[in-house]
């Protein structure tokens, strides 16, 4: 096996999944006592570019952020369309859904960890970058997400 698949160790976001993204970031706000976020939506898929298991799915979610440091926190808000979010919230109900990297790369990343039997769930583009979320609850016991963000133009 390769040596550091991704590249870096250092954890950038953990994403919970939730039924209720007002609700459940009010608590995070109180019990942090900072101001609760306003929540964003993700893009619809002409934007997006989202990609479930290999199809274009219209699955959005809301997503709320709360910065902790070197960690971001993500709260996850599933539409009712097809999703990995989606998938997990029916199946598992809420809670932890992934672990995050910022990468570099992330077609080469991807490649890497398919061919380590890790595949690809979900991909899509948002404001300045990528992500793709990859199949790695078997080994590792937690989803992976992988986040590429653009560089800035000199």
């Known amino acids: 096996m ?3 698949l991704l590249g870096t160790k250092t954890i950038t976001q953990i994403g919970i999944l939730v039924h209720d993204i007002e ?3 009010q608590a995070y706000a109180d ?4 101001d609760k976020p306003q929540w964003i939506i993700t893009g619809p898929v002409e934007e997006a570019q989202t990609e479930y298991r290999g199809q274009r799915t219209e699955g959005r979610a809301k997503l709320a952020f709360f910065d902790m440091g070197s960690l971001q926190l993500e709260l996850i808000e599933p539409d009712q369309e097809p999703s990995v979010w989606r998938e997990c919230l029916d199946k598992d109900g809420e ?3 992934h672990i995050a990297f910022a990468i ?3 077609k080469e990343k991807v490649m890497v960890l398919e061919r380590s039997g ?3 769930l979900q991909n899509g583009e948002y404001t300045g970058g990528r992500y793709a ?4 609850l078997k080994d590792l016991k937690v989803m ?4 590429e963000n653009d560089k800035p133009h000199a």
């Open 2 to 4: 390769e040596t550091n």
């Open 23 to 25: 609700k459940t970031s």
């Open 31 to 34: 019990f942090f006592g900072v």
């Open 95 to 97: 809670g932890v859904h």
């Open 104 to 106: 570099e790369g992330m």
């Open 118 to 120: 890790m595949p690809l």
């Open 133 to 136: 979320y990859m199949d790695t």
């Open 144 to 147: 992976i997400e992988l986040l």
